[in-house]
């Protein structure tokens, strides 16, 4: 964040993002179980955490599924929540808690290698959705939310009816424009797919978090455009197969605090403005074949991680050379500043993501 939104409390919108949102950085020193201190104020509902030094899966826990070895999913795969037949997928990377300004990694020997090795080093994005999560009837599906109006961001779970058409709530009292979202206990190659929205695709299109494929049309959104109340489901396993569980994350712009847009490629530099300075930024080409790329404030603009990878930091080689300047975070927006086909070739089409 920068100095003038510490020194102000927040940012444009009057919002203070160290309330909501946090990068944590931490080494490895082998103990097991290790509490990790975030420099955020506040409980984390939403931890999204990954080894840097080493290539293993992405990691995702909440509060609303609730936090332990069982509880893991993992964005880089399609395999079922606490699946534990792969030696590379959960129980291998879990958090088994969440308190005021901090998580638990768990304990275990394995664990220890995929968030707390000695020497190694890890990075954890967490996000604050609220007090406590509530029934939600807004839908034609109940659902179970914990939603943070004020940074708009929801934590959503529901069981799947089968029906096309059929809509969920999710508790922001805001349009969302981005959703990713993932069936808990199917691990089929479709099945266990992330389908993920973004507004600048429009509702029949979509990306998937596991995977590097451009976007495709697809009747996940059932062709319908979020409200400030609901996002609708079609009928397939990957998002409503009838009795299926589910769990979906939804985000909605907030002035000074979050973005979702798009652009166009070519431009060196480019510049993207966001109305505040990043700490975090998700890009995704759109128009063909190319990894997801995540950077943020505190690993710097040279060091990449790709959410459909389970590869070390930067050993993609989508983007350019470790030594590049991938992304530089500036007092109101971003600058990418190479040409590369990840995040800004001629004729190429992305979409981001981007939190203060």
């Known amino acids: 964040m920068g100095i003038m939104q510490m020194l102000m409390g927040g940012g444009a919108g009057g919002i203070n993002p160290r309330e909501h949102f946090d990068v944590t950085l931490w080494t490895g020193n082998g103990s097991s179980p290790r509490t990790i201190t975030q420099d955020g104020n506040f409980t984390p509902d939403l931890i999204w955490n990954k080894a840097r030094s080493h290539g293993y899966h992405h990691y995702v826990h909440d509060s609303v599924r609730g936090f332990g070895s069982n509880k893991e999913l993992v964005p880089s795969g399609t395999y079922q929540e606490g699946d534990t037949s792969n030696h590379n997928t959960p129980a291998h990377g879990y958090v088994s808690g969440a308190g005021s300004g901090s998580f638990t990694l768990g ?125 609708a489901r079609g009928s397939f396993t990957a998002v409503n197969k009838s009795g299926d569980d589910y769990i979906a994350y939804c985000f909605a712009p907030v002035a000074g605090f979050s973005k979702f847009g798009t652009y166009s490629g070519g431009t060196n530099p480019k510049v993207i403005t966001c109305g505040f300075e990043p700490t975090f930024v998700i890009i995704r080409r759109t128009d063909s074949g190319n990894h997801w790329i995540m950077v943020d404030s505190e690993r710097g603009g040279t060091m990449k991680l790709g959410a459909d990878e389970s590869v070390a930091e930067n050993d993609s080689n989508t983007v350019g050379s470790a030594s590049q300047n991938i992304v530089v975070f500036e007092s109101d927006g971003f600058k990418l500043t190479t040409t590369d086909a990840g995040t800004n070739t001629s004729g190429g089409t992305y979409v981001y993501a981007a939190w203060a």
Do not use: C
């Open 107 to 231: 304990a275990g020997s394995s664990n220890n290698l995929y968030n707390n090795g000695s020497g190694e080093t890890y990075v954890a994005w967490t996000w604050n959705a609220g007090g406590s999560t509530v029934s939600n009837t807004d839908g034609s599906i109940t659902s179970s939310v914990r939603a943070n109006t004020d940074a708009g961001f929801s934590i959503v779970s529901y069981t799947g009816n089968g029906t096309a058409g059929a809509t969920v709530g999710h508790g922001l009292n805001a349009e969302p424009f981005f959703i990713f979202s993932k069936n808990r206990v199917d691990d089929a190659s479709v099945g266990g797919q992330w389908y993920t929205y973004h507004k600048s695709l429009g509702n029949n299109k979509a990306l998937q978090l596991q995977s590097n494929l451009a976007a495709f049309s697809t009747s996940a959104m059932n062709s319908t455009t979020p409200t400030s109340s609901v996002f």
